[in-house]
C-alpha cells in the first residue's frame, strides 16, 4: 500500500493520512492519534481497574465521569509519552527502518516544536488529574518518574518491558484510587497482573525491529527471548491472569468475572498460537489484539458489578 507523504512505516491507511489538515498531521502522529492502539492499552487498565472499584462498592457500573476522565487522559499521556520518547529517541529511531519515519527524524517537526507540542499534551493531563481527589492527583504524578526513564531503560537492560509494564499498567492503581481515594490488595494485584500482561505484549510488538536493534545495540524481551519467545509470553500472559483473577475475586468478583477471566485467557492463548515472530505484520496484527483480549476483560468487570452473582 502506497504511505501518504510523511506518513509513519506502520501506520497506513489511517485519518490522519486522509482527513486530518496538512499543517496539524506531524504532531498528530507525534501523539500516535494515527496509531492509537498504544492509547488503549493505557486506558484499558483505568477502565478495570474503575470496574473493579465498582464491585468492590457493589455499585451497579464504574463511575462514568471517571471512565471519560480516563479516556482523555489516556489519549492526552499516551501522546505526552510518545512524544517525549520520540524526542529522547530521535538519533536511534534515524538508524530503525520502521521509525526513521517518525516526524524528528524524517524532520516533519523539529526538537523545540515537539517540546512545545508536549508541554501542551502534559497540561491537558493535568486537567483530567485535577479532577480526581488528592491522592489520586498525588498517585498520578508520581508515575511520571517511570515514563521519564523509560526511553531510557532499552540502552541498558534487555527488560525494558518491565518499566514500560510499570508505566502503562498505572491506571490499574488509579481507577481504584479515584474511587476510594486509597490504595488496597485488588488494585496492587491487578496491576502486578497488568505488568505481566504489558511485558507479554511488548515483547511481541519488540519482535517487529529486533533486527534493527540488534545491529544498533538496543535490547529487548523479544532479543533476550528469541526462539523461546511463545514459551516465555504463555508465562507472563498465566501469571497476567492469575495475578488479574486474584484481584478480582479478592474484590468480590463471581461467576461473571470468571467467564470475563475466561475468555482473556482464552485471547491470550490464541496470541501465541497465531503468532509468527519472523512476520513483522503478523507480530504488529497479534500486537493489537491486545485491545480486543483487554475489552473482553473489562466487559467481564462490568457485567459482574451490574449483575452481582
Known sequence: ????????????????????????????????????????????????????????????????????????????????????????????????????SRPIPSGQVSVTQAALFLIAQSLVGLLVLLAFNAFTIALGIASLAIVAIYPFMKRITYWPQIVLGLAFSWGALMGWAGAFGRLDLPALLLYAGSISWVIGYDTIYAHQDREDDALIGIKSTALLFGPRTKPMLALFYAIAVILIGAGGFTAGGGSVFALGLFAFAAHLAWQIVRLDIADPDNCLAVFKSDRDAGLILFAGLVLQAVVRF
Open 1 to 100: 500500500m502506497k504511505r501518504a507523504a510523511g506518513s509513519v512505516a506502520d501506520a497506513t491507511g489511517n485519518w490522519v493520512d486522509s482527513l486530518a489538515p496538512a499543517w496539524s498531521r506531524p504532531y498528530l502522529r507525534l501523539a500516535r492519534l494515527d496509531r492509537p492502539i498504544g492509547s488503549w492499552l493505557l486506558l484499558l487498565p483505568c477502565w478495570w481497574s474503575s470496574a473493579l472499584a465498582a464491585i468492590a462498592a457493589g455499585w451497579s457500573l464504574p463511575n462514568l465521569w471517571h471512565i471519560a476522565l480516563f479516556f482523555i487522559g489516556a489519549f492526552a499521556m499516551r501522546g505526552a509519552g510518545c512524544t517525549w520518547n520520540d524526542i529522547v529517541d530521535r538519533d536511534l529511531d534515524r538508524a530503525v527502518e520502521r521509525t526513521s
